[in-house]
């Protein structure tokens, strides 16, 4: 990354005057803990996305929906490899699938997955 990412002196001096009063600093760490719903939540989209097949499926998707077949041509792997991983990306909330006939169709489930993707080219691209 790209800057400074260390606190300014100031926030410091903030934190020395909050280790005046220990017990007050843990009712305020307490107030600030994440919730085991939320964190459970993060692993799952983390452990969906730490996988290459399964990044190669958002990046195509971020073309354009694709059925089921087609995935299975971009990833070169058979229908239960791809239906493996395309399981996972939606039970982590990460794509929706539609049917129409015998065909299942897959799209992101938000945008927000194409900020995720940016963010790790970004990061990567800084090191």
Partial sequence: MTGNTSPPDDAYDALDRLYDNPDE????LQQIKPSEQDVTGQVDVFKALG?????????????????????QVILDAPQSTVATHLRKLKDAGLVKSRKKGKW?????ADTAVFELLDLANAVQEDD
């Avoid at 996988?51 to 995935?71: I, K, P, Q, Y």
């Avoid at 299942?104 to 992101?108: G, K, W």
């Fill in 51 to 71: 996988n290459t097949d399964r990044l190669r499926v958002l990046n195509a998707l971020r073309e354009s929906e694709c059925c089921g077949c087609e995935l």
């Fill in 25 to 28: 600093r843990v009712a305020d």
């Fill in 104 to 108: 299942s169709y897959y799209r992101i």
